[in-house]
């Protein structure tokens, strides 16, 4: 090494050693999901699963339907951002999300094959049906076991995973209620799950099961075996089957799972809630709105009725038309459960104290405080009208060192920092200098004279509080204590 060389290796090292490293900035991490191991005793290995929860999980008691993903550490991330987003926007409902790591991919996502090529190819193949013993047998009872789970379980499955979702739907439908197949290798044993598809439809009476299935532009024999599969099911559709093919010439192999979870889950859940639900009212009567959602409740096992949301939307275009007949009507419709918002009532008796229905009004008025005591429109209404109201207004004693367990600084991302304060015997909660009374409702659970807005203390099993359970309408979220 020349005398140059050296000198500009011993400068490189120097000002290595004393170069201050950049350092990144650090930050809260954002949780989407966590990995587990579970013992298969069908499989005799373990398998990890990733697990994904709705953002509502903890804050009450719902159960929720789950979605098993295949190829789970490829699709994982997307599949919980796409449920997420859908769900937000009350497409679907909230999903868990159970994404199934491989062990051995194509043992378990095929069926026998035939073919001297796949057998010579792939000599561990064939155990598909052990694979779904072991989804029956080992890890739906685990997730129920573990989870609250809803009885509504959606299959996805991509490639090889598709392949697996098809043979699952013909010969153990019961397993999912509905299937989404995504470029599924339908080239598999030449083709002969399309041969075992036609005689499963043509001797199955009713299936009530979803089949969502796509392509992307690979064409060949998984275009042909899918358009096959297609036309066994326009030849042959048992009674309560929907499913739906479609074809996306634009995106590649790799690219189409993404399109295809998106679309799936919008098909299989198409009857959660109605996007248009006045001009489906305006042309067909509240009747056709209703039946909409009874067939939703009958599909998904639910017991929703008509939406808050359907009936939001229902409700401020009546009132708009004037239409206060149909309106009354809406809001005195018998539901299985009672999630009307008190907001909705005052809402209407506001329509109709000023159409001159004094009567009608101040009932809808005392409906609105019966919901939430806190309704001052409600109120304010009934005061002018003298109209007594006092047996509506909870009389709750908290005792004081309850309340001044309270006390504290309380912070989530949604509504910043809450001050909780006692003075005077009295709750106060202060947030972005405005202060407010929070009035209890028993010793845990508080509201403000605003409307619909819940203050609900959350209590560890030593009685230390450690945040504050907060509901303003249908918007949930917690504030932790700091």
Known sequence: MNKNNAYFLATLVCLTLT?????????TPITIGEQLTIESTVLDEQRSVIVGLPDSYQLGDEHYPVLYVLDGSDHFHYTTGLTRFLATNEFIPEMIVI???NTDRTRDMTPPSEESGEQQNYPNHGGAENFQR????????????????????????????????????????????????ISPSMWWDDQGLVDQAEEFFSSTAQLPVSLYMTVGNEGGPLLGGTRKLSGVLDAATPQDFLWQFDHMPLETHGTVPHRSTYQGLEFVFANWALRNP????????????????????????????????????????M?????????????????????????????????????GDQEQSTHFYLLALQKNPGNMMARAALDESDVDYSTLIPQVQVAANVLQSYEGMYSSTLAGVIKVSVED??????????????????????????????????????????????????????????
């Not at 309106?327 to 104290?353: H, I, K, M, N, V």
């Not at 407010?436 to 509080?465: A, C």
């Open 19 to 27: 170069t201050p490293a950049h350092t990144q900035p650090s930050g």
């Open 278 to 317: 006045y001009d489906v009212y305006s042309q067909y009567g509240l009747e056709a709105v209703k039946q909409f959602h009874a067939f939703g409740d009958q599909r998904y096992g639910t017991r929703r009725g008509i939406p808050v949301t359907t009936q939001g939307s229902l409700l401020g275009n």
């Open 425 to 482: 015997g009295q709750l106060y909660r202060e947030l972005n200098s405005t202060r407010f009374k929070l009035h209890p409702l028993s010793d845990t659970e508080f509201y403000l004279q605003e409307d619909d807005v819940r203050y609900n203390f959350r209590i560890t099993d030593s009685g230390e509080i450690s945040g504050i359970h907060i509901r303003l309408g249908n918007i949930q979220f917690i504030a932790e204590r700091q």
């Open 319 to 355: 009132i708009r038309d004037g239409d206060l007949a149909s309106a009354t009507t809406l809001l005195t419709q018998p539901a299985e459960t009672d999630t009307t918002p008190s907001g909705f009532y005052s809402f209407l008796a506001d329509a109709l104290r000023a159409s």
């Open 134 to 181: 072991f989804f029956a047998e080992d890890l739906m009872p685990w997730v129920e076991e573990n989870y609250r789970t809803h009885p509504y379980n959606v299959l996805i499955g991509h490639s090889l995973g598709g392949l697996f979702a098809v043979h699952t739907l013909i010969s153990r439908p019961e397993l999912f209620n509905a299937y989404i197949a």
């Open 99 to 101: 994404a199934v790591n």
